[in-house]
Nanobody
Framework: QLQLVESGGGLVQPGGSLRLSCAAS????????MGWFRQAPGKEREGVSC????????NYADSVKGRFTISRDNAKNTVYLQMNSLKPEDTAIYYC?????????????????WGRGTLVTVFS
């Protein structure tokens, strides 16, 4: 079965950290740019970060720059999102997605695969 599976979400206090993982099964991520997106209650899905297939290029939403870091390990067929200095406004369901070639932060672009998401809740 071809799928992406996110993990690593949970409850954390403001200022805390989480590391999300996105593992692919049934296909290799080597040729895909990967993105992390999130959707908060009552809001539209938004792009958080993306990384090129080689890992050489990354992009971040302004709201997470300096706090989040995207990385990938193609040997493990997994992409990561390290989230530090978390804020209540980071609370959302986080999704990973794969698309060929170009890294994009706009979720309206066609993606070949989407994961089902993992919930991150930042509470005080």
């Amino acid at each position: 079965q071809l799928q992406l599976v996110e993990s690593g979400g949970g409850l954390v206090q403001p200022g805390g950290s989480l590391r999300l993982s996105c593992a692919a099964s049934g296909f290799t991520l080597n040729y895909y740019a990967m993105g992390w997106f999130r959707q908060a209650p009552g809001k539209e899905r938004e792009g958080v970060s993306c990384i090129s297939s080689s890992g050489g290029r990354t992009n971040y939403a302004d709201s997470v720059k300096g706090r989040f870091t995207i990385s990938r390990d193609n040997a493990k067929n997994t992409v990561y999102l390290q989230m530090n200095s978390l804020k209540p406004e980071d609370t959302a369901i986080y999704y990973c997605a794969a698309r060929p070639r170009v890294c994009v932060l706009d979720p309206r672009y066609d993606m070949d695969y989407w994961g089902r998401g993992t919930l991150v809740t930042v509470f005080s």
